[in-house]
């Protein structure tokens, strides 16, 4: 269970919801990441697969003032987009109210050691931000470049741009064509999330040797890979573990338990 | 003392709850969840003699207490479950059933004959998936076609066969006898029944396939009835299933005559839903101070 903080409308349809997260057994995720969320008990039946935009863990502060030893409150954000009667229903819920995540499931961001360009499109930009805050606490003085494309709006603009080096911005436009890409080399890595053509035309555009990673979303039953609900095609049938990209064997990929996250041969 | 314990074909299952098929992998899925060794049994994907890729485009639709699923079957096939996921898994505290599919008699009885390298407890033979355009359901329509391939199945296998009966049957009660006379050691039933989707946004079909296999809560009244039908018809043990979600639909299904119960879909909208299942069942059999079995078909007895 976890406990509503906030859950505020912050462009039209769009709500950045923070719980906290008060069972010990619901991991920390990693960036890429996402949770099985409802906010309701029987119907509707399937809980929202839903992605990390952020998490935090706070020291709780005593009456002293101090924060040593004190227990910390691990808030979780959500930010998504009212899209059907799943997301109508948790854009309702209000602060104090509980909900149910399962989670974090899926793979994750890969570790990025050189220059990190991110690329978002409307919601797309959901599982982002917790990655662009994790490279920049973990590399100071490397390079985040951030492309963040919106059809009316843009939203949550200014939480990338405390963390990268440049933040640029498209609205009603394509984002890709605000992207230059002169200079992309292998010491590049670009990860995508956003619609299809928006991370088909990101893919289209990146040199081959620069690393591509595509995040994907799907209908999901289950979560972990047990319904087979989710699955992509993967033409070249292969699968990412510890030990890089290796076949094994499948002709899907199930986007919930292989990924979200792909690289883009595996999907291109 | 455990008030739960059952029977099933000589297996000793410490409850009554058994994972349905397709909606538990190959068992590890929600280990991440509870020891699977807490449950009576799972039974595995429906696997086939060849690997099948599944059906095309989307593949999930839910409906008000519902889930419209298009799988199609989609498995590593018979070789890669007894070669690689059978050593893997066989060691867990749990019934294991191997769901069996096919396109035509041939690969059916191919993939059940590869099963004999293994001790898998029971197979569980599914003729009744209406989600891939060869085989499948077309064996579980009729009671001579249905009779017919659990004959054959009988006769190369030398493990228990529960046969998975369709609930798309014209005469399921007629179905369900023939399979006992074939030699059926058990039934399952129900299987999902045949529905479809439009998307009024789109006006187009949902489902690549056209139809769809319908399951969840909103089937359950359905499969209760068909549950107390062939119970009533048949003397095989039956694992009764089909939307059943919290321990009073299980005991229901038990009532009704199942010896056994499944849970499917509502271990997606809840993984914990069958330990909470197995926790209200120790409840009431600890309050009503009964062991669980003696109420076996207590309802129509």
């Known amino acids: 269970m976890a406990v509503i903080h906030k859950n505020d409308e912050i462009a039209d349809g769009i709500f950045l919801m923070e719980v906290e997260l008060d069972d010990e057994d619901t991991g920390k995720p990693e960036p890429g990441q996402f949770y099985m969320v409802r906010g309701w008990d029987r119907y509707p039946l399937l809980s929202r697969p839903i992605s990390v935009f952020d998490y935090e863990e706070l020291p709780c502060v005593s009456p002293d003032g101090s924060t040593e030893g004190a227990p910390v409150t691990r808030v979780l954000s959500f930010l998504y987009q009212v899209v059907g009667e799943g997301t109508e229903l948790l854009a309702e819920l209000s602060e104090g109210s509980d909900v149910t995540v399962e989670g974090p499931f899926g793979n994750t961001f890969p570790e990025v050691e050189n220059r990190l360009t991110l690329v978002g499109g409307g919601i797309g930009i959901a599982p982002l931000y917790y990655l662009a805050k994790s490279y920049r606490r973990d590399h100071r003085d490397r390079s985040l470049k951030i492309y963040l494309g919106f059809a009316e709006e843009s939203y949550a603009v200014a939480l990338f741009e405390e963390v990268a080096n440049s933040v640029t911005v498209d609205v009603g436009g394509f984002i890709t064509d605000r992207m230059d890409v002169s200079g992309y080399s292998d010491q590049d890595t670009v990860v995508t999330c956003g619609p299809a053509p928006m991370m088909n035309a990101v893919m289209a555009k990146i040199p081959a040797q620069t690393k591509t990673f595509v995040s994907l979303e799907a209908r999901m039953a289950c979560g972990v890979g047990a319904c087979l609900g989710c699955v992509k095609e993967a033409p070249l049938r292969w699968k990412m573990t510890d030990e890089g990209l290796v076949t094994d064997g499948s002709v899907h990929v199930k986007v919930c338990s292989d990924g979200p996250v792909f690289e883009r041969e595996v999907v291109e | 003392m455990n008030r739960l314990a059952v029977d099933f074909l000589g297996n000793h299952l410490k409850n009554p709850v058994v994972m349905a098929s397709g909606t538990y992998g190959f068992g590890t899925e929600y280990a991440r969840f509870y020891d699977p060794a807490e449950l009576g049994g799972f039974s595995t994907k429906g696997l086939t003699l060849e690997p099948r890729p599944g059906n095309s485009g989307i593949r999930l639709w839910e409906t008000p207490s519902g889930l419209l699923n298009s799988i199609g079957l989609e498995n590593p096939g018979i070789d890669d479950f007894v070669g690689r996921i059978w050593p893997e898994i066989k060691d867990l505290d749990t019934l294991i059933l191997a769901n069996v599919g096919g396109k035509d008699e041939e690969s059916y009885l191919e993939a059940v004959r590869r099963l004999n390298d293994i001790d898998i407890p029971i197979i569980e033979l599914n003729i009744s998936c209406p989600n891939v355009k060869a ?69 187009k079909i949902v489902f690549d396939n056209t139809y769809a296999g319908f399951s969840g809560p909103a089937v359950k009244p359905v499969a209760l009835r068909m549950v107390h039908q062939v119970c009533g018809a048949v003397d095989i043990p039956v694992m009764g299933l089909g939307g059943i979600t919290t321990w009073q639909d299980a005991l229901e299904f038990m009532l009704a005559g199942a010896s056994c119960i499944q849970i499917g879909t509502a271990g997606f909208a809840d993984p914990y839903a069958p330990l909470a299942v197995i926790d209200g069942l120790e409840r009431y059999c600890e309050d009503e101070d009964v062991m669980l079995a003696d109420l076996i078909g207590k309802a129509v007895k």
């Open chain 2, 135 to 203: 085989g499948g359901m077309a064996y579980g329509m009729e009671p001579d076609k249905a009779g017919e391939i659990t004959e054959k199945v009988k006769n190369v296998s030398r493990h228990p066969v529960m046969v998975k009966l369709s609930p798309n049957a014209g005469d399921l009660v007629g179905v369900a006898k023939a399979c006992e006379q074939a030699g059926a050691d058990a039934l399952s039933l129900i299987n999902t029944l045949q529905g479809m989707a439009i998307d009024w946004r789109t006006k």
